[in-house]
T-cell receptor, first 115, second 112 residues
Framework: KAGVTQTPRYLIKTRGQQVTLSCSPISGHRSVSWYQQTPGQGLQFLFE???????NKGNFPGRFSGRQFSNSRSEMNVSTLELGDSALYLC??????????????FGPGTRLTVL | DAKTTQPTSMDCAEGRAANLPCNHS???????VYWYRQIHSQGPQYIIHGLKNNETNEMASLIITEDRKSSTLILPHATLRDTAVYYCIAWGGNFGNEKLTFGTGTRLTIIP
């Protein structure tokens, strides 16, 4: 079974621009979570989508948004980029049934650099 | 989700067993112990998880104490490719709560 895929793998943007990152979950998985990883803050939860609905949200400003499509693929968008948004953005998918065996599997990440 | 505490770093000789401890003294009865690892700049890789019984898979073994306040991840024959940051996470897995809280993890270095 194919793993979680994320595109693009690397991205360079300038301050003020916006960016859209894409995530394709493992086939059959309905939950997609997004995380941001920076050297200073570590891995932080952004939000989670299940059946096209945002179920959980972390403590990030409204510039960070996401959506999920009917095929469970998800996108996240960051508007008005700031230098501090430079990070590795990770997507994780799981069946989303909420049981203890509902393991989240991570993609390779998108490395975003804001200049 | 319960807070976990791990040593900042550990070394292990290649070919030996690597034993990574994790303290989760406030874990609740429905929280599972999950282990992930992250090799530099890659996405975290799932290793193993358990509730109260010891677990083993092709990658590792997980030993959870009877009171569930701590656990140990065992990599039986460490190789250089096991050098990574290892994260121990206590997660309730409740429906609608997919958020994983990562701590700082243990940086494991395998020494040739």
């Amino acid at each position: 079974k194919a793993g979680v895929t994320q595109t693009p793998r690397y991205l360079i943007k300038t301050r003020g621009q916006q960016v859209t990152l894409s995530c394709s979950p493992i086939s059959g998985h309905r939950s997609v979570s997004w995380y941001q990883q920076t050297p200073g803050q570590g891995l932080q939860f952004l939000f989670e989508y299940f059946s096209e609905t945002q179920r959980n949200k972390g403590n990030f400003p409204g510039r960070f948004s996401g959506r999920q499509f009917s095929n469970s693929r998800s996108e996240m968008n960051v508007s008005t980029l700031e230098l501090g948004d430079s990070a590795l953005y990770l997507c994780a998918s799981s069946p989303g049934q909420g049981r203890g065996t509902d393991t989240q599997y991570f993609g390779p990440g998108t490395r975003l650099t804001v200049l | 989700d319960a807070k976990t505490t791990q040593p900042t770093s550990m070394d292990c000789a290649e070919g030996r067993a690597a034993n990574l401890p994790c303290n989760h003294s406030t874990i609740s009865g429905n929280e599972y112990v999950y282990w992930y690892r992250q090799i530099h700049s890659q996405g975290p890789q799932y290793i193993i998880h358990g509730l109260k019984n010891n677990e083993t898979n092709e990658m590792a073994s997980l030993i959870i104490t009877e009171d569930r306040k701590s656990s140990t991840l065992i990599l039986p024959h460490a190789t250089l490719r096991d050098t990574a940051v290892y994260y121990c996470i206590a997660w309730g897995g409740n429906f609608g709560n997919e958020k994983l809280t990562f701590g700082t993890g243990t940086r494991l270095t395998i020494i040739p």
